[in-house]
Protein backbone atom coordinates (compact mmCIF):
# COMPACT_ATOMS: atom_id res chain seq x y z
CA UNK A 1 0.00 0.00 0.00
CA UNK A 2 0.89 3.53 -0.45
CA UNK A 3 4.21 4.77 -2.11
CA UNK A 4 8.14 3.88 -1.78
CA UNK A 5 11.17 4.32 -3.13
CA UNK A 6 14.34 5.28 -2.96
CA UNK A 7 16.67 8.51 -2.83
CA UNK A 8 20.15 8.54 -4.36
CA UNK A 9 22.76 10.89 -5.72
CA UNK A 10 23.73 10.75 -9.22
CA UNK A 11 26.00 8.31 -8.81
CA UNK A 12 23.33 5.68 -7.70
CA UNK A 13 24.63 5.60 -3.54
CA UNK A 14 21.42 5.96 -1.67
CA UNK A 15 21.67 9.59 0.06
CA UNK A 16 19.74 11.24 3.20
CA UNK A 17 16.50 13.07 2.15
CA UNK A 18 13.14 14.11 3.44
CA UNK A 19 10.02 12.79 0.65
CA UNK A 20 6.20 15.11 0.71
CA UNK A 21 3.95 13.68 -1.00
CA UNK A 22 0.96 16.11 -2.40
CA UNK A 23 -2.45 15.18 -4.43
CA UNK A 24 -3.05 16.66 -7.52
CA UNK A 25 -4.99 19.37 -6.15
CA UNK A 26 -2.01 20.34 -4.31
CA UNK A 27 -3.05 19.11 -0.70
CA UNK A 28 -0.25 17.87 1.54
CA UNK A 29 -1.06 14.00 1.32
CA UNK A 30 2.00 12.55 3.40
CA UNK A 31 5.66 13.04 4.75
CA UNK A 32 8.73 10.91 5.50
CA UNK A 33 12.59 11.57 5.90
CA UNK A 34 15.46 9.19 5.25
CA UNK A 35 19.10 8.34 6.69
CA UNK A 36 19.83 5.81 4.44
CA UNK A 37 17.86 6.59 1.23
CA UNK A 38 15.22 3.89 1.58
CA UNK A 39 11.46 5.59 2.21
CA UNK A 40 8.13 4.71 2.97
CA UNK A 41 4.24 6.52 3.21
CA UNK A 42 2.39 3.66 3.36
CA UNK A 43 -1.00 5.25 4.72
CA UNK A 44 -2.23 7.54 2.02
CA UNK A 45 -5.42 6.20 0.11
CA UNK A 46 -4.99 4.37 -3.77
CA UNK A 47 -4.64 7.86 -6.05
CA UNK A 48 -2.41 9.49 -8.36
CA UNK A 49 -0.04 11.98 -6.72
CA UNK A 50 3.06 14.56 -7.33
CA UNK A 51 6.42 13.86 -4.95
CA UNK A 52 8.66 16.22 -3.44
CA UNK A 53 12.41 15.25 -2.98
CA UNK A 54 14.57 17.32 -0.52
CA UNK A 55 18.24 16.27 -0.08
CA UNK A 56 20.05 16.71 2.85
CA UNK A 57 21.84 20.20 2.55
CA UNK A 58 24.10 19.75 -0.30
CA UNK A 59 21.74 18.39 -3.14
CA UNK A 60 19.29 19.97 -5.29
CA UNK A 61 15.11 19.27 -4.31
CA UNK A 62 12.83 18.43 -7.14
CA UNK A 63 9.48 17.03 -8.27
CA UNK A 64 9.77 13.51 -9.35
CA UNK A 65 11.16 13.52 -12.09
CA UNK A 66 13.64 16.08 -12.54
CA UNK A 67 11.23 19.14 -12.22
CA UNK A 68 11.04 22.84 -10.70
CA UNK A 69 7.48 22.72 -9.61
CA UNK A 70 4.40 20.56 -8.75
CA UNK A 71 3.10 21.31 -12.32
CA UNK A 72 5.81 20.18 -13.91
CA UNK A 73 6.34 16.86 -11.85
CA UNK A 74 4.81 13.23 -13.03
CA UNK A 75 1.86 11.83 -11.59
CA UNK A 76 2.46 8.70 -9.38
CA UNK A 77 0.38 6.36 -8.85
CA UNK A 78 -0.11 4.55 -5.06
CA UNK A 79 0.20 1.72 -4.79
CA UNK A 80 3.38 1.88 -6.43
CA UNK A 81 7.04 2.88 -6.11
CA UNK A 82 8.99 5.92 -7.25
CA UNK A 83 12.97 6.43 -7.50
CA UNK A 84 14.54 9.38 -7.31
CA UNK A 85 18.29 10.73 -8.30
CA UNK A 86 19.38 14.24 -7.45
CA UNK A 87 21.46 16.44 -8.41
CA UNK A 88 24.96 17.64 -6.28
CA UNK A 89 24.16 21.42 -6.02
CA UNK A 90 26.30 24.13 -5.38
CA UNK A 91 25.69 27.04 -1.78
CA UNK A 92 25.27 30.32 -1.85
CA UNK A 93 25.28 31.77 1.37
CA UNK A 94 26.15 35.47 3.23
CA UNK A 95 25.11 37.54 5.76
CA UNK A 96 23.30 40.91 5.39
CA UNK A 97 24.23 44.04 7.38
CA UNK A 98 22.45 47.33 7.56
CA UNK A 99 24.46 50.44 6.91
CA UNK A 100 25.68 50.82 10.44
CA UNK A 101 26.34 47.48 10.39
CA UNK A 102 24.04 45.60 12.38
CA UNK A 103 22.52 42.43 11.15
CA UNK A 104 19.17 42.66 9.05
CA UNK A 105 16.81 39.41 10.26
CA UNK A 106 13.78 38.44 8.40
CA UNK A 107 15.12 39.32 5.19
CA UNK A 108 13.88 38.00 1.43
CA UNK A 109 16.72 36.64 -0.87
CA UNK A 110 16.35 35.45 -3.89
CA UNK A 111 18.46 34.23 -6.41
CA UNK A 112 17.87 35.11 -10.33
CA UNK A 113 19.46 33.03 -13.47
CA UNK A 114 19.30 34.49 -17.00
CA UNK A 115 15.99 35.99 -18.18
CA UNK A 116 14.72 37.01 -14.63
CA UNK A 117 13.88 33.64 -13.39
CA UNK A 118 13.48 33.02 -9.51
CA UNK A 119 15.31 29.80 -9.04
CA UNK A 120 15.20 29.68 -4.80
CA UNK A 121 14.46 31.92 -2.07
CA UNK A 122 15.36 32.03 2.13
CA UNK A 123 15.18 34.38 4.64
CA UNK A 124 17.78 35.87 6.80
CA UNK A 125 17.92 34.53 10.32
CA UNK A 126 18.59 36.56 13.32
CA UNK A 127 22.48 37.27 13.28
CA UNK A 128 21.53 38.25 9.34
CA UNK A 129 22.87 34.69 8.06
CA UNK A 130 20.81 32.84 4.85
CA UNK A 131 21.92 29.83 2.54
CA UNK A 132 20.46 28.25 -0.38
CA UNK A 133 21.22 25.10 -2.43
CA UNK A 134 20.62 26.29 -6.08
CA UNK A 135 21.45 24.16 -9.41
CA UNK A 136 25.52 24.22 -11.00
CA UNK A 137 24.78 27.44 -12.88
CA UNK A 138 24.95 31.22 -13.10
CA UNK A 139 22.81 33.52 -10.21
CA UNK A 140 22.02 37.31 -9.80
CA UNK A 141 21.01 37.50 -6.07
CA UNK A 142 18.39 40.33 -4.34
CA UNK A 143 17.97 40.88 -0.59
CA UNK A 144 14.81 42.91 -0.01
CA UNK A 145 13.44 44.49 3.81
CA UNK A 146 11.25 46.69 2.44
CA UNK A 147 11.27 49.38 1.39
CA UNK A 148 15.75 48.82 1.97
CA UNK A 149 16.87 46.70 -1.56
CA UNK A 150 19.86 45.61 -2.73
CA UNK A 151 21.42 43.43 -5.52
CA UNK A 152 24.76 41.52 -4.62
CA UNK A 153 27.21 43.03 -4.83
CA UNK A 154 25.92 47.11 -3.54
CA UNK A 155 23.97 46.82 -6.81
CA UNK A 156 20.82 48.90 -6.88
CA UNK A 157 18.75 47.05 -9.78
CA UNK A 158 19.63 43.70 -11.44
CA UNK A 159 20.88 45.42 -14.80
CA UNK A 160 24.19 46.25 -12.52
CA UNK A 161 24.14 43.50 -10.30
CA UNK A 162 27.04 40.79 -10.63
CA UNK A 163 27.01 37.68 -11.93
CA UNK A 164 27.76 34.86 -9.33
CA UNK A 165 29.14 31.07 -11.43
CA UNK A 166 28.36 28.44 -8.89
CA UNK A 167 29.41 24.99 -9.69
CA UNK A 168 28.07 21.49 -8.09
CA UNK A 169 29.81 20.94 -4.85
CA UNK A 170 31.13 24.81 -4.78
CA UNK A 171 30.06 27.85 -1.92
CA UNK A 172 29.86 31.13 -3.16
CA UNK A 173 29.97 33.64 -0.17
CA UNK A 174 27.48 36.69 -0.87
CA UNK A 175 28.43 39.15 2.33
CA UNK A 176 26.34 42.67 1.48
CA UNK A 177 24.73 45.48 3.37
CA UNK A 178 22.46 48.17 2.57
CA UNK A 179 22.98 51.80 1.46
CA UNK A 180 22.16 54.50 3.98
CA UNK A 181 18.34 55.16 4.02
CA UNK A 182 17.53 58.93 2.29
CA UNK A 183 14.59 60.33 4.31
CA UNK A 184 11.76 62.95 2.94
CA UNK A 185 10.34 64.77 5.81
CA UNK A 186 7.71 67.95 6.18
CA UNK A 187 4.55 68.60 7.25
CA UNK A 188 1.05 68.48 5.49
CA UNK A 189 -1.25 71.66 6.79
CA UNK A 190 -4.90 73.00 5.12
CA UNK A 191 -4.37 75.38 2.68
CA UNK A 192 -5.79 78.21 3.93
CA UNK A 193 -5.18 78.02 7.70
CA UNK A 194 -2.01 76.44 7.90
CA UNK A 195 -3.39 74.10 10.59
CA UNK A 196 -1.84 70.82 10.44
CA UNK A 197 -3.89 67.71 9.05
CA UNK A 198 -2.65 64.50 11.08
CA UNK A 199 -3.00 61.37 9.65
CA UNK A 200 -2.83 62.75 6.27
CA UNK A 201 0.02 60.67 4.46
CA UNK A 202 2.39 61.30 1.59
CA UNK A 203 3.98 59.21 -0.87
CA UNK A 204 6.64 58.85 -2.85
CA UNK A 205 6.04 58.69 -6.47
CA UNK A 206 7.42 58.65 -10.15
CA UNK A 207 7.84 61.66 -11.99
CA UNK A 208 5.02 60.00 -14.33
CA UNK A 209 2.42 60.55 -11.08
CA UNK A 210 0.67 57.88 -9.32
CA UNK A 211 -0.51 56.63 -12.80
CA UNK A 212 2.23 54.32 -12.99
CA UNK A 213 1.24 52.35 -9.92
CA UNK A 214 4.53 52.46 -8.54
CA UNK A 215 5.35 53.57 -5.15
CA UNK A 216 8.73 54.50 -3.28
CA UNK A 217 8.30 54.78 0.48
CA UNK A 218 4.74 56.49 2.31
CA UNK A 219 4.22 58.20 5.57
CA UNK A 220 1.54 59.87 7.46
CA UNK A 221 1.57 63.22 9.57
CA UNK A 222 1.03 63.31 13.53
CA UNK A 223 -0.68 65.57 15.34
CA UNK A 224 1.89 68.79 14.26
CA UNK A 225 1.62 67.56 10.34
CA UNK A 226 4.83 66.34 9.87
CA UNK A 227 5.46 62.89 8.25
CA UNK A 228 8.52 60.83 7.50
CA UNK A 229 9.08 58.40 4.68
CA UNK A 230 12.15 56.14 4.00
CA UNK A 231 12.64 56.10 0.14
CA UNK A 232 13.51 52.94 -1.04
CA UNK A 233 15.41 53.39 -4.62
CA UNK A 234 17.40 56.96 -5.56
CA UNK A 235 16.63 59.64 -7.92
CA UNK A 236 13.82 62.20 -8.94
CA UNK A 237 10.18 61.85 -7.62
CA UNK A 238 7.35 63.07 -7.07
CA UNK A 239 5.18 63.28 -3.71
CA UNK A 240 1.71 62.58 -3.76
CA UNK A 241 -0.17 64.32 -0.58
CA UNK A 242 -3.66 62.42 0.38
CA UNK A 243 -5.99 62.78 3.02
CA UNK A 244 -7.47 59.05 3.78
CA UNK A 245 -10.23 60.59 5.43
CA UNK A 246 -11.58 62.34 2.56
CA UNK A 247 -11.77 65.72 3.66
CA UNK A 248 -9.26 67.21 1.79
CA UNK A 249 -8.57 66.73 -2.07
CA UNK A 250 -4.99 65.05 -3.12
CA UNK A 251 -2.25 66.98 -4.54
CA UNK A 252 1.69 66.57 -5.91
CA UNK A 253 4.51 68.32 -4.34
CA UNK A 254 4.65 72.33 -5.64
CA UNK A 255 0.37 72.00 -5.12
Known amino acids: TGLSGVVGNQAGAPIPACVSVYTA ?5 GATC ?32 DAAYLEEGVDVVAPGSVDVSLTLGGILTG ?8 PVPQASVTAYQDGGNPVEST ?13 PGSYQVQMSNWPAEIWAFGASSRTTASWLDVAAGATVQ ?10 VTGRIT ?9 GACATLVSLAGNDSGEEFGRGCADDTGTYELTASAEGSFLVLYTDPSGRYAAEYSGG
Not at 42 to 56: L, M, Q
Not at 95 to 102: C, F, R, S
Open 25 to 29: DYEWA
Open 34 to 65: TEDGTWSIPDIPDGTYRVRVDGNGEYVGEWAQ
Open 95 to 102: TLTDADGT
Open 123 to 135: STDEAGDWRMVVP
Open 174 to 183: VDDHFKPAAK
Open 190 to 198: EAKTRTPIA
